[in-house]
């Protein structure tokens, strides 16, 4: 064993003490530790436990003190917290939360098109230039990453097409329908697979300004919806029934005038 070096086997393989460590005073530090940690778990040690011999109440009977003790003896008295309910704010609110939620799906599946896109490319590009049994192989394996990258496209642009013009703009079906049409052009070079990116890029833009727009029409029917609410409150006090002592009350006015 080299000098200044534990035996193998007081730390796990591969660790030791930093340079300089008095190896001695090391070990007898970590026997002391150790002895101290089983002291605790020694029933005929003052420290087990910390000394505390006190048993934990089991079935209910008490509250332990450091869950309140006695002034929490009655716990199974106090009132069920009731459920949260999220506000309705009507259909018009549901219908452009699932129709942002909806372009945001989109905006992910456009921003991954170009992996499927660049692999028919690729798979393009080396079918080109072989010959043979090679070519046939290939040829195979391009028809299959063309048949995915049409099904990513399909996947990726038909529920945003299919959208109504209340939530999409002009720009985005327009842009949406750019990524399916070119998508599907046999590419051969990086130049125009690069132009074909920035395609993507800028359906991404007019679907992230559509989703702006739904966020403010979202805000304002909520803003009607509360000030709706705050506005029944009053009328329905006033609608109220009168209560005894207001019917005793006017009753009173009544004699007092005859």
């Known amino acids: 064993m080299a000098p200044g070096q534990l035996p193998r086997g007081i730390l796990p393989d591969g660790i030791q003490?930093?340079?300089?460590?008095?190896?001695?005073?090391?070990?007898?530090?970590?026997?002391?530790?150790?002895?101290?940690?089983?002291?605790?778990?020694d029933r005929t040690s003052e420290k087990y436990h910390g000394g505390l011999t006190t048993p934990v109440p089991m079935g209910g009977g008490r509250v332990p003190e450091s869950m309140g003790g006695e002034a929490a003896a009655g716990w199974r008295?106090?009132?069920?917290?009731?459920?949260?309910?999220?506000?309705?704010?009507?259909?018009?609110?549901?219908?452009a939360m699932a129709a942002h939620k909806r372009l945001g799906d989109c905006k992910k599946a456009i921003s991954v098109l170009?992996?499927?896109v660049e692999m028919a490319m690729r798979l393009r590009v080396q079918y080109k230039g072989a010959e043979g049994q090679a070519k046939t192989a290939l040829e195979s394996r391009l028809k299959g990453a063309e048949?995915?990258?049409?099904?990513?496209?399909?996947?990726?642009?038909?529920?945003?097409?299919?959208?109504?013009?209340?939530?999409i703009s002009e720009r985005t079906r327009d842009c949406v329908q750019d990524v399916y049409t070119r998508g599907q052009f046999h590419f051969e070079d990086k130049e125009t697979f690069g132009e074909y990116m920035q395609v993507l890029q800028r359906?991404?833009?007019?679907?992230?300004?559509?989703?702006?727009?739904?966020?403010?029409?979202?805000?304002?029917?909520?803003?009607?919806?509360k000030a709706d609410q705050q506005q029944a409150v009053p009328a329905a006090v006033a609608e109220a029934p009168a209560g005894p002592e207001a019917t005793a009350t006017a009753g009173g006015a009544a004699a007092v005038a005859a």
């Open 203 to 225: 359906a991404n833009q007019a679907i992230f300004a559509d989703q702006k727009k739904l966020l403010e029409r979202i805000k304002a029917i909520k803003k009607a919806a």
């Open 77 to 95: 008295a106090l009132p069920e917290a009731p459920l949260a309910i999220d506000q309705d704010f009507g259909p018009e609110y549901h219908a």
């Open 17 to 41: 003490p930093p340079p300089g460590t008095d190896i001695m005073e090391f070990c007898r530090q970590l026997a002391e530790s150790g002895a101290e940690f089983a002291e605790q778990f």
């Open 114 to 116: 170009n992996k499927p």
């Open 147 to 167: 048949n995915d990258r049409n099904g990513a496209l399909s996947a990726a642009t038909e529920t945003i097409l299919n959208m109504g013009d209340e939530d």
